[in-house]
């Protein structure tokens, strides 16, 4: 007997849908391969025009966020902001900056480095709103960027942990109405990676310099309690993962400890590491065996909660 060799009528649909299938792959192909609109190394300014409080036009006077991009760059991708750190005086823009930026691309995520503005010439608001501004710009250009519009991080060290910890903390929902498209999406951040992070500007063992840069010499006391992170978690902070040394004596751990705690009794998912050795500053410590474990801990923190596969 002749094995059934199925209804003619159906192998003719089963072509028929065969364009179609081939369309939908084609499609599919395209979008993965569509050309992004920023390119690795761009340099991208915050604003188009003047800052907002902009007290000059030098380089200084001009925040800027430095693309770089993974090697692969299909669309939904992670992005984190990452804020050097530097007391507000300074940037740390290589062991802080650029070098965590290409660790990020090795973990397929797209970094963005921030150059914010600097004490003593800028006090605060004017740090904070160069960091909302940069999660405001990720998101509105996040199909354009291939960016996911609920893995958008920030990243900070030192007092770029600050700056991170107060963007986890101070946050809107955006303008609706405003003139420019940017400020109409909100600035709250997905998720936060904290380095020996400044906390708090109100107990003694705060960084007093990175105080002093951001506030000035005599801040306004209730100024400096709401910019102290241990005193501003709320539910809706988002996740986060802290490291820090027990042998930093420039930041510390109280600092982190103190944090980690608030966002404990908050109910935010946060995971804090503290190794015991290690000086203040170290970056991903790529030259201490011991102490570079702690960008494999973050690594599995990112999967844990499905921002890298």
């Not at 005086?89 to 290409?102: C, I």
């Amino acid at each position: 007997m002749i094995g059934n060799i199925g209804n003619p009528g159906n192998q003719t649909s089963r072509m028929k849908q065969i364009p179609f299938i081939l369309l939908l792959v084609a499609a599919s192909a395209f979008a993965q391969q569509t050309p992004m609109t920023i390119q690795d190394g761009q340099i991208i300014p915050l604003w188009t025009g003047a800052a907002p409080g902009a007290q000059g036009t030098d380089d200084k006077d001009i925040p800027t966020i430095t693309v770089y991009l993974p090697r692969t760059t299909p669309p939904g991708m992670s992005a984190v902001i990452v804020c050097p750190g530097g007391g507000y005086t300074n940037l740390a823009m290589n062991h802080e900056g650029r070098q965590v930026a290409n660790f990020l691309n090795s973990q397929g995520i797209i970094a963005f480095v921030l150059k914010y503005r600097l004490g003593p010439k800028y006090h605060h608001p004017v740090e904070l709103g160069d960091a909302q501004r940069a999660i405001r710009m990720l998101r509105s250009h996040s199909a354009d960027w291939h960016i996911a519009t609920d893995r958008i991080g920030i990243m900070g060290f030192s007092a770029g942990g600050h700056l991170a910890m107060s963007a986890s903390t101070h946050f809107d929902s955006g303008q609706p109405g405003a003139a420019d498209p940017i400020d109409r999406v909100g600035s709250r951040p997905d998720f936060s990676i904290l380095g020996y992070p400044v906390i708090s500007l109100v107990e003694p063992w705060t960084h007093q310099g990175s105080r002093n840069a951001l506030l000035g010499a005599n801040p306004d006391p209730d100024l400096a309690k709401s910019l102290s992170g241990e005193q501003a978690v709320t539910k809706e902070t988002p996740p986060t993962f802290i490291f820090q040394t027990n042998a930093d004596t420039t930041v510390p751990a109280e600092n982190a400890t103190y944090y980690y705690l608030a966002l404990r009794k908050a109910g935010v998912a946060a995971e804090m590491h503290v190794f015991e050795k290690g000086p203040h500053g170290v970056g991903l410590a790529m030259d201490d065996p011991a102490l570079s474990e702690w960008s494999k801990l973050l690594t599995n923190w990112l999967r844990v909660h499905a921002i890298i596969k």
